[in-house]
Each structure stands twice: as structure tokens, then as C-alpha cells.
């Protein structure tokens, strides 16, 4: 009988420091598992997938968790902000924000900073000067090429028409002001329609083709991003005005890339994505860190046709996930 405890408390003692074993070499006791947010616009463009991919680089080589959690549209304010909310009350160690609405989110920011959470905007920043560093495109820069792009496409006269996406956005904003400013130095060019798609395709679908119908001497349109390109396109091909009314567009979707090899949009604005995701966490790692952050960080664009798409920088650039 005695033998028989004797060997049940020893496999006891085994079991229970295996155990004990397991746990110190997975756990470093102490130490706080870096949690770093990522909060896209919306889960249902391309380009956000590529900026998660770069976020998720990131985290891998600096050993840091990302939290990827968004909205199913860019229109969805208010749930963005108790997303923003969510992760302050996860207390996670930063927040990488690309903010859907530039003053709707200042409040809900501004609280994330007040508790010691640090906060880095990417893509989209919001009007407050409290988050760390902003990580973009230069969108006003970006449009004003796209200005110049679309008027040596047209000629350098006649009328244009404007498709921004999401009032109050600051992107949108941006991209509307700098195409603005690009094409007001073209004195017999006149921008005669500028209608929103709200990010929808569906949408900039007709009020493309409601600018066609108002202005059917249109010679060009500027689509600001994604949905407005796929959308803008479509209503050109079922008008039978593909080559007719050119198109210059931001962003490169896999449907903007067809449209442009189709000859139907011209010019693509490219962005990228996934440096803004990649340096957007390294941002927030280096705050978490205490090291100083670049207030601004420039990520740049290039003017993608169809004489330099099969270039090997413009294919690295378009294929960023491979």
C-alpha cells in the first residue's frame, strides 16, 4: 500500500512540474505581451488589405501582436469611434488609426493619447495635432499630379469632371482641394461637376454617368480612390465612351489594373499601402519604445500607365504581397 502512494505522489510531483515546466518556457513572467491596434477606414477595399499586410510585416519581425479590426464601410463613423473606444478599454499598447471622419474622431483620440495609449494616424489623420506621427500619402501633392496627368491626357482644354469619395474625410478633402488647385493653372480647362461616391461603386457609378448626362462634352474625370475608379469605369464602358472621356485614378485595385490594360481608365495615382501599414506599426513600436517618431512620414506616389506598368518597380510596387 505504501509502495502504491509512494509511486501515485511522485507521477503527481512529475505531472505538476512538467507543467510548471511548460508554462515558464512559453511565458516570460512579467513581461506584457505588446498589443499594437490597427484600425483601417473599412474592410472592403484592397488597398486596406495591402496596408494590413505591411501592419502584420511589421509585427511579425518586431514580435509584437496586431489587432486588425475595422468597419465593413468608410462611411461608418460612429462605429469606428467605439472601435477606437474597445481597444482603450483592452488597454492595448498603441493604436494605428486611419481615421474615417477628420473631426468626428478628434474626441475619441485625444482621450487614447490623455491615457497614455499612443496614437498613430496613417492614410487618413484627423484635425489635432496630439497623434504621434501621421503616416500618408501626400494626397493634395498626389491629386495636383493627377491634375497635370489628366490635362496633357485631354490637351490641356475643355471640361472635367471630379468624383471625391467621403465628405469630411480628410483624404477625400485633400484629394479634392489638390486637384483643384492642380487644375485651376489650365486656364481652357473647366472643372464643371464634382459629386461624391461616399466610397460606394454602385454610387459613383451614377453620378458618373449624371455628369455625362448634365456635361456630355466631359473630356476627362479625376476618380479619388478606389470604389470611385471601379465605378467611374463602368459607367464609361456601358456609355460607350471608353478612350472618349479619359479617366485618371487613385489607387490600384485588381479592377482599376484591368480597366487600365482595357485602355478605359488611363492613369492610376498608386499609393502604397503596404508602407503605411508596415511603417505605421514600426511608428507606434518606437513610441511604445519612448524613441522619437517622425511627426510625418511621406509614403509617396507613382503615376502608373500602360507604357510602365510591366516596369520591375511599378510590378513591386502593384505586388507588394507576394
Given at each position: 500500500m505504501f509502495k502504491k502512494l509512494l509511486l501515485?505522489?511522485?507521477?503527481?510531483?512529475?505531472?505538476?512540474?512538467?507543467?510548471?515546466?511548460?508554462?515558464?518556457?512559453?511565458t516570460e513572467p512579467g513581461?506584457?505581451?505588446?498589443?499594437?491596434?490597427v484600425i483601417p477606414k473599412s474592410f472592403s477595399h484592397q488597398f486596406w488589405l495591402t496596408v494590413k499586410a505591411g501592419a502584420e510585416q511589421a509585427g511579425k519581425e518586431l514580435g509584437v501582436k496586431i489587432i486588425w479590426q475595422g468597419t465593413a464601410k468608410e462611411t461608418e463613423i460612429e462605429?469606428?469611434?467605439?472601435?477606437?473606444?474597445?481597444?482603450?478599454?483592452?488597454?492595448?499598447?498603441?493604436i494605428v488609426l486611419a481615421a474615417s471622419d477628420a473631426n468626428a474622431l478628434v474626441g475619441i483620440v485625444e482621450t487614447a493619447i490623455n491615457k497614455g495609449i499612443p496614437v498613430i494616424t496613417i492614410d487618413s489623420g484627423v484635425n489635432s495635432d496630439k497623434p504621434l506621427s501621421f503616416v500618408a500619402t501626400d494626397n493634395v501633392a498626389g491629386a495636383k499630379i493627377a491634375a497635370d496627368t489628366l490635362a496633357k491626357l485631354i490637351g490641356e482644354e475643355g471640361d472635367v469632371g471630379l468624383i471625391?469619395?467621403?465628405a469630411g474625410a480628410a483624404t477625400s478633402e485633400m484629394r479634392e482641394r489638390g486637384f483643384k488647385e492642380g487644375i485651376s493653372k489650365y486656364s481652357n480647362i473647366k472643372l464643371v461637376s464634382t459629386l461624391y461616391s461616399d466610397s460606394n461603386?454602385?454610387?459613383?457609378?451614377?453620378?458618373?454617368?449624371?455628369?455625362?448626362?448634365?456635361?456630355?462634352n466631359i473630356k476627362g474625370i479625376f476618380a479619388a480612390n478606389e470604389s470611385s475608379a471601379v465605378g467611374c469605369a463602368q459607367a464609361i464602358r456601358?456609355?460607350?465612351?471608353?478612350?472618349?472621356?479619359?479617366?485618371?485614378?487613385?489607387?490600384?485595385?485588381?479592377?482599376?489594373?484591368?480597366?487600365?490594360?482595357?485602355g478605359?481608365?488611363?492613369?492610376?495615382?498608386?499609393?502604397?499601402?503596404?508602407?503605411?501599414?508596415?511603417?505605421?506599426?514600426?511608428?507606434?513600436?518606437?513610441?511604445?519604445?519612448?524613441?522619437?517618431v517622425e511627426k510625418r512620414i511621406d509614403t509617396g506616389v507613382a503615376v502608373v500607365t500602360l507604357e510602365n506598368i510591366n516596369d520591375p518597380e511599378i510590378q513591386k510596387l502593384l505586388n507588394p504581397i507576394q
Open positions: 501515485i505522489v511522485s507521477i503527481s510531483i512529475f505531472i505538476v512540474s512538467c507543467g510548471q515546466s511548460s508554462k515558464t518556457t512559453t513581461k506584457k505581451t505588446i498589443e499594437i491596434a462605429q469606428q469611434i467605439n472601435i477606437v473606444q474597445d481597444m482603450i478599454n483592452r488597454g492595448v499598447s498603441a471625391p469619395f467621403v461603386v454602385a454610387k459613383a457609378m451614377d453620378v458618373t454617368n449624371d455628369m455625362l448626362t448634365s456635361f456630355p456601358s456609355k460607350g465612351k471608353v478612350g472618349q472621356v479619359k479617366i485618371v485614378a487613385f489607387d490600384a485595385a485588381e479592377e482599376e489594373i484591368q480597366a487600365l490594360k482595357e478605359v481608365i488611363q492613369a492610376l495615382i498608386v499609393q502604397n499601402p503596404f508602407k503605411m501599414g508596415y511603417l505605421g506599426v514600426k511608428s507606434a513600436y518606437e513610441a511604445i519604445q519612448k524613441k522619437p
